[in-house]
């Protein structure tokens, strides 16, 4: 398996919970991958072990033929993988640009003592934020605080400004979580271009069965910290356990993931 | 945006003119003592708005800085046997020692946050008091005297506003260097949310500390001014627990993480704090001024003369309409998604 990223045997506890309890995942290199379950399944505790802001008790993240296990957030983020919240974590009483800036200067370190003191992080990277602004369509708010943009527009934002720092793969906690339909169109538009046109590789977690199945080629299914399943949608839609464990076997299975769907949306506010 | 920068230009050069002729034009030594001492708080101010400003951690162990400062420079013209204005090449030692002591305190303070740092920097700063009481090179409480400078009385405090003048001249450019940097950006992003800054890099701890080396260096370096100033400096007045509680006040009343607002709540207060001294009846009612002034601060103004003043004459200029929230105010971030500048954004 030449997987871009992925984890194998990964066990997390807090206290008496076993959060993850084996949980396996692979997405390919140029692929949109989805990670689906319940609630409480463990999607954003796995995102939070690869990308390094929780350690794992056991098992492995690999990143191309890197072990990354337990690297620091910013050693995760500096080897090419970029994420953003469930609870979107911007920076609200910054500018949008600056935001954007924030992420870019990452990327160079300044040579000398002066360079710190200098405005180079403002000149040096602010065309290729105000693009990627563009890009995301929210450029007319460049120098409003951060902090006084809608739910939907942190949401792009926090994509935006992980794209400056050019990940080659981008895990997405929730990205429709608690977004309008409109805006949620145009977020799946943008995963879908960056991924044909940059070939950027997506993790995404969402509750929302529309915006997975017509976005990922594969998807992973947990349930108690475990992988159920792992398939293209068709197969993993039709299958039996993941129906029994996304839905609840009890729960009319007709209602296609209503009430999972308003309980994230719940949450996300 | 033009015009604003030439208004804030002429502003600062009409304020830079004042604050030079102040002492000429007021000779009286008593008038030059409340500029002296309100500029030494006004550099303190701001050297603290550097850090705590910045970064959101609240320092109330900057008079470790200060007390620091000001004790290196009696020991070392004590021990050295230096004499008059030769003193004042003990400055740069005073800064030095500061920044030195700010390695360590930044390193055990600044593994914490939020309230369990506030009591660190506050017990770090007892630790400190106590060393001055009863260490056998600070002459315990008795406390050091400085060398006698045979300045007239005019001519001393003249002098003195126009050292503490530089002081806090070179801390507001420092204080704007480092707001208008990459570094500044990065001390508030570790505001806004730590954890995520170093998630994109930001290399929280280090920069954390280089904040508050200079801030300490800076305090430090006041601190050996004051003491010159007075002549000498005791355990309870170098290491003051008033000492932070004050800039924190004036810190507030001024506007929090603004370095206009640090400047200017020290301008306020401190001569008002002096005055107060100088009144026969209000004797002794200083410090419960000072609580006085905390409460109307919270309860009407909780974000400080600058930001509210500045939203003030934003809503004239614009007559009411809402304009775009400016970068520069600090305040509670709106998480409201029906703010007016906004709304429209979502349906495109």
Redesign the interface.
Same mark, same amino acid.
């Given at each position: 398996m030449s997987a871009l990223l992925r984890t194998e045997g990964i066990k997390k506890a807090y206290g008496g919970v076993q959060a993850l309890n084996g949980a396996a995942i692979a997405v390919e290199e140029g692929t949109v991958g989805g990670l689906i379950g319940p609630n409480g399944s463990g999607k954003t505790t796995l995102f939070n072990v690869i990308t390094g802001y929780e350690r794992p008790d056991t098992g492995e993240v690999w990143f191309g033929d890197r072990q990354i296990t337990g690297f620091a957030p910013d050693k995760v983020f500096a080897a090419g993988i970029g994420r953003t919240f469930q609870l979107t974590r911007i920076f609200p009483r910054l500018t949008v640009i600056e935001n954007m800036l924030i992420a870019a200067q990452a990327k160079d370190r300044p040579k000398n003592l002066l360079a710190w003191f200098s405005r180079d992080a403002w000149t040096h990277h602010r065309k290729h934020a105000m693009e990627l602004l563009e890009f995301v369509g929210i450029e007319r708010h460049a120098d409003v605080l951060a902090g006084s943009l809608s739910y939907g527009q942190r949401k792009l934002l926090e994509l935006a400004y992980v794209l400056v720092a050019d990940p080659a793969v981008i895990l997405l906690d929730e990205p429709a979580g608690g977004v309008n339909p409109t805006l949620i169109n145009m977020i799946a538009d943008r995963i879908r271009l960056l991924n044909a046109e940059q070939g950027k590789t997506f993790l995404l977690v969402e509750h929302n069965m529309e915006f997975v199945m017509g976005l990922c080629s594969t998807i992973t299914v947990l349930e108690s910290g475990a992988t159920v399943v792992s398939g293209p949608p068709e197969i993993v839609r039709t299958d039996k356990r993941v129906l029994d464990a996304y839905l609840g076997a009890d729960l009319d299975e007709d209602e296609d993931a209503g009430p999972e769907e308003r309980k994230a949306e719940e949450e996300s506010r | 945006m033009k015009t604003q920068n030439l208004t804030k230009g002429g502003g600062i050069v009409v304020v830079l003119v004042v604050a030079v002729l102040f002492p000429q034009v007021f000779t009286n030594p008593a008038a030059t003592n409340y500029g002296v001492l309100a500029l030494i708080f006004a550099t303190a101010a701001v050297a603290w708005h550097i850090f705590s400003g910045n970064t959101g951690y609240i320092s109330l162990g900057q008079a470790v800085f200060f007390g620091s400062g000001a004790y290196t420079m009696g020991i070392a013209a004590r021990d050295w046997h230096m004499q008059a204005t030769a003193v004042f090449e003990l400055l740069p030692l005073s800064a030095a020692v500061g920044a030195l002591i700010a390695v360590p305190f930044g390193l055990i303070a600044l593994r914490v946050r939020r309230h369990t740092f506030i009591v660190v920097t506050i017990a770090i700063f007892f630790i400190f008091q106590l060393m001055a009481f009863n260490f056998w090179f600070t002459s315990g409480s008795n406390g050091l005297n400085s060398p006698f400078l045979s300045w007239a009385p005019v001519p001393y405090n003249q002098n003195f506003y126009y050292i503490a003048l530089a002081c806090t001249v070179g801390t507001v450019v420092v204080a704007w260097?480092?707001g208008?940097?990459?570094?500044g950006?990065?001390l508030? %992003?570790i505001? *806004? *949310?730590e *954890?995520?800054?170093?998630?994109?890099?930001?290399?929280a701890a280090q920069v954390k500390l280089?904040a508050f080396v200079i801030s300490g260096a800076i305090t430090a370096l006041i601190g050996a001014v004051w003491f010159y100033y007075l002549n000498q400096v005791q355990p309870q007045t170098g290491f003051n627990p008033l000492f932070d509680l004050t800039l924190v006040l004036m810190v507030f009343l001024g506007g929090y993480g603004s370095i206009s607002g640090s400047l200017l709540g020290a301008l306020i207060i401190e001569p008002l704090y002096l005055w107060i001294n100088t009144q026969p009846k209000l004797n002794g009612y200083n410090e419960i001024m000072l609580g006085g002034v905390f409460l109307l601060v919270v309860l009407f103004m909780p974000r400080g003369i600058v930001p509210t003043g500045s939203e003030y004459l934003t809503k004239l200029r614009t007559r009411g309409r809402p304009a !775009?929230?400016p970068?520069t105010?600090?305040?509670p %971030?709106? @998480?409201s998604?029906s %703010?007016p500048? !906004? @709304?429209s954004?979502? %349906?495109?």
């Open positions: - | 260097l480092v208008r940097s990459r570094f950006l990065q508030r %992003a505001r *806004d *949310d *954890d995520r800054a170093r998630g994109l890099g930001v290399k280089a !775009v929230s970068s105010t600090i305040g %971030a709106s @998480s998604p %703010a500048s !906004v @709304s954004g979502g %349906a495109r």
